[in-house]
């Protein structure tokens, strides 16, 4: 009995621990406000969307791609920025940052921990295409 109670001790332990990592691990998620759009009408078939993105103290994005051209200026703070193949670069308010519509953006990130940071995105893309596709 007093065997069960340890190795259930012990377990309870485990999995608490593992819990805690996990939720500790857990980053806070961007916020993404649409601007506006607007159909591009000496550009059949395209449009602009222009958006923000707010993130949180240590907040990230999950990789994606727009099939778009994306121009991305930052407003505040600073952000570390990577398409696959290329380097991770790190802007700061005032620079900026382009994904081509083959570009897999695998690293989107505010570079602090402590401040937030916002970007502007323009996004041109075809129309009604979504402005987002995730990629695992």
Not at 24 to 43: G, M, N, R, Y
Not at 62 to 86: M, T
Not at 109 to 127: D, H, Q, W
């Amino acid at each position: 009995m007093s065997t069960f109670k340890i190795s259930m001790a012990a377990f309870l332990a485990s999995l608490l621990s593992v819990v805690s990592v996990s939720l500790s691990a857990q980053q806070p998620e961007p916020k993404v406000t649409p601007l506006t759009t607007k159909e591009l009408t000496d550009i059949p078939g395209k449009e602009v969307l222009l958006l923000t993105v707010d993130y949180p103290p240590g907040a990230a994005d999950s990789p994606h791609r727009h099939n778009a051209d994306a121009f991305v200026y930052v407003l505040e703070g600073s952000v570390v920025e990577q398409v696959k193949g290329g380097q991770p670069v790190t802007l700061k308010a005032g620079q900026t940052f382009y994904e081509g519509p083959d570009d897999i953006h695998v690293v989107g990130r505010n570079a602090s921990r402590t401040r937030p940071a916002r970007i502007l995105a323009i996004l041109v893309k075809k129309k009604g295409a979504p402005p987002l596709v995730p990629v695992k």
